[in-house]
């Protein structure tokens, strides 16, 4: 047994049984040997930023790594910016990067670069395979540091790979996340009460998580971008923070004492001239719960228990009507929370289009919403392909913005070969709007250069064509109307579609 | 007069006028202040790899940088195959690369990340602007570095950008090639003779490089992928070291002496088991006449003056004759022989379909080369939008792998807003072919996964609708009466076209 095939045994033995990947010479052993390893499924992606923000979407579903295969330096490179959005989300995922044979590096060829610095910068874990003797120790080693929560990323020699005398690893323990301390939970028990603000994140934001905290009756909200949040119709009703820093500060008014549970101590998600990063209010105190990858639904539940909270009326099932004529930022929400099926999952890169849509949603059947937990937009497209592999029997929504779409087009390509349940729709409005927004924020002055920068007409994008020249069935709507029975008509036919929802700029 | 427009002053004081960026939030005073400095022209892309790949292309064809916009570490990330591409092509080039305020980084915001150890993979040259105060001198020296042959990073924090107080500096002297001595020279002339190659990189591929090489009486060969190599009729006859190992061993056979000019010894792209890495001949010296970087130029007319070599006859004006019939892998590049105007510039990322290009173009109308220097594919179409931007007056040929496209398809978009003479003709063979070559190459044997990952078909990729959704008129040849008729069409018009012309797969 090679190198690549004791790797991929070990890696389906320790339930990691989807790899997404845009191979290279150099991982040519490992694409042969995927052909021993029926139970590992392999996805192409013609675009290694489709791999890694795919990989994450599963991660989120399923609460397990899937595997990437990338090409080296370069390969890594392409899948950067969704791996820093997945070790945002802490997704459990695990980076195969190939190399370069051991003996083939001290030649600088051509693909030859600092692979380690580069995968450092995303990674909670970090090896390289020195030895076929030592390869599949490390494929479980990394599974299990992925499932703490963080991306793990394995550097894979090509010798490792072709080399044989392998043989497959033991699954590792699962780690369990750490539980939070009766001392702690009985001091957070000391600060709820009116002014009390809890703030939730990661797991917190389970079905579980949110009934437990609606218990304690204190504010809550959700962090601003949740890697996953189950929300709708008979779920306690919980707001996110906003993305503008005034939003937040207006949400947190009067907190006297913030409790995070599983999130983060809110910041403005930049820097703005003249304004506020930290944005707990003066005098406010902020008390932990439980830290990120801490057990924070048992300590949710453990806390609501001492307090002796009961369960809080949820939200009532509650559409918003289908909307009629030209589509605005508001009514195409609309159509979306009015036909949202049962236990959807939305992928949401919507961006500025998409401020409207927590609102239109919220009573919509119960769902789980995916979002941009980085800043690093191109995740939709991906992350929509990911959670479909993940859960084949659910609904995938889509809402991606035009600008952002641009980025990680070719996932559509993956969603069309994979057949993928994915409804996608783009909310072309044919500029970057939130920088239009950002440029007045930070209080710059633009002409028209600056306009130009941000406007993305001249040529306007058609997504109709771009879809259907990679294989998804495409259709335009420029009313609530049109998106209405497209959305509609999206969802009652198997594999992927994709709408272009024509909607004026936010600004 | 604020940071951003002390720097933009700089760059265009010292002649870096063109800026390809992708903006965000952080770099939106950067955006404003592209209004206050008239003659720096902006030229947006939809994806940073886009941006990263035009200001290679630029950089190639002028010998001066243009400046990139980058939006924080995912906007790096994005960007970093073609900065590695643009690193193996000694390119100048600067990257300005915005990042949070300085103050702002200790918060851990959510696009926070590593931008330093990001950048130091691919930047000979890398520095973080500390204070309005220092930018516009930080700006002069990274400009001074790139026109080293080198990729140079700014990492530039918003408030440098906003705060006021800055003044431009003054440009830098412009570094000049250390000069070869005459005695490395002299040494040189020792070795000439029967069983001496010259291999020529860098410089040398300039038309007075070849000329003064081919006075040298010996086998001359360019390195297998040049940043930019002039050839065609009416220059000396040089052919390039092949892709595989064995082609170049073949090459090689029988070379006693290998002189480098410009050019790093010759070694395997990639690994291959019970293959050599190395290939040099046994038994055979290396010499070097100029490192890459040094006056190689120079070091050859020295040399060529002090053997008293003559000039030889150059390559005849011939061109292949218009094919007829379903396309080849041979005739689609006969038809570019054929047709292939005065002084055009080819962007070659034609992968396995172009293969008989070379020879196809040999005795066309002398144009420029621009191969992909590191192997990061996804190089053809920005470096093309590079290109075409640098000479405005010259048609640009971009000839593009199917698979390769689909990593940077966006550039098109860029074609389309700018205008560019770009005719790009796309090699649909459907497959990564040179992945069907490589698996046996490496001795690996895959089954029907191992196919499947390396097949571009189910669903077919249609890039006439792609181009057509990016503004870029389209249509498709399955013939070379079609190709040749679309190809020449596409060249009359103003503006960017693309064939898509589909050829078999050479596996």
């Known amino acids: 047994m090679n190198g ?34 029926p139970s590992m499924r392999a996805v ?15 991660g989120r579903m399923t609460g397990r790594p899937a595997a990437t295969l990338l090409h080296l330096g370069p390969g890594l490179g392409n899948g950067l910016a969704n791996l820093h959005n ?58 299990a540091a ?17 080399s044989d005398g392998a043989t497959p690893a033991a699954p590792r323990p699962v780690p369990v996340p750490e539980a939070v301390g009766d001392d702690v939970v009985r001091a957070i028990a000391g600060v709820l009460g009116e002014g009390t603000v809890l703030l939730l994140g990661g797991a917190a934001l389970t079905e579980a998580g949110q009934v437990a905290a609606a218990r304690l009756g204190v504010t809550v909200f959700a962090e601003t971008f949740p890697a996953r949040m189950r929300r709708g119709a008979r779920l306690p009703a919980v707001e996110r923070l906003g993305y503008l820093a005034e939003h937040v500060q207006h949400q947190l008014t009067g907190a006297r004492h913030i409790v995070l549970a599983g999130a983060k101590s809110p910041v403005s998600f930049f820097a703005y001239p003249g304004k506020a990063s930290d944005l707990v209010p003066d005098g406010c105190e902020v008390h932990t719960l439980a830290a990120p990858g801490q057990d924070v639904v048992g300590a949710l539940e453990n806390l609501a228990d001492l307090v002796g909270g009961t369960a809080v009326a949820p939200r009532a099932a509650a559409r918003p009507a289908l909307p009629t004529g030209a589509l605005t930022v508001q009514n195409w929400a609309d159509v979306i929370g009015a036909l949202l099926p049962e236990n959807a999952i939305v992928a949401d890169e919507a961006n500025t289009s998409g401020v409207l849509l927590p609102v239109a949603t919220a009573g919509a059947p119960a769902h789980d919403v ?8 191109g995740l939709g497209l991906p992350l929509a392909a990911g959670a479909a592999v993940a859960c084949p029997d659910r609904p995938v929504v889509c809402v991606e913005a035009d600008g952002s779409a641009m980025y990680t087009l070719s996932a559509l390509w993956t969603h069309a070969r994979e057949g993928l349940n994915v409804t996608t729709v783009v ?29 993305l007409s001249r040529p306007d994008l058609d997504f109709v064509s771009m879809a259907t020249g990679m294989g998804v069935p495409a259709s335009r709507a420029t009313t609530g109307e049109e998106l209405a029975a497209r959305f509609e008509k999206a969802l009652v036919e198997p594999g992927p579609h994709l709408i272009e929802a024509v909607v004026p700029a936010l600004m």
Not at 430 to 452: C, F, N, P, S, W
Request: charged fraction near 20%; glycine fraction near 10%.
């Open 370 to 377: 995916l979002t941009l937990t980085g800043g690093a937009i």
């Open 427 to 455: 909310l072309s409005n044919r500029a970057y709007a939130i920088l239009r927004m950002e440029l007045q924020r930070v209080g710059a002055t633009g002409g028209d250069k600056a306009a130009e920068l941000l406007d």
């Open 4 to 37: 690549a095939q004791a790797l991929l045994r070990t890696l389906v033995d320790s339930r990691v049984d989807v790899c997404f990947g845009n191979p290279g010479t150099s991982e040519m052993h490992f694409v042969a040997a995927l052909d021993s390893v």
């Open 146 to 162: 992925a499932l703490a929560g963080q991306v793990a990323t394995l550097i894979l020699p090509a010798d490792v790979s072709w």
């Open 44 to 58: 192409l992606a013609l675009f290694e930023g489709a791999v890694t923000g795919a990989a994450d979407g599963y």
């Open 86 to 143: 997945a070790r945002r989300a802490r997704t459990p995922l695990l980076n195969v990067v190939g190399d370069h044979a051991t003996y083939h590096k001290q030649y600088d060829a051509p693909l030859e670069s600092d692979i380690d610095s580069v995968a450092g910068s995303v990674s909670g874990w970090l090896r390289r395979s020195e030895s076929v003797a030592s390869v599949a120790a490390d494929a479980a080693d990394g599974v």
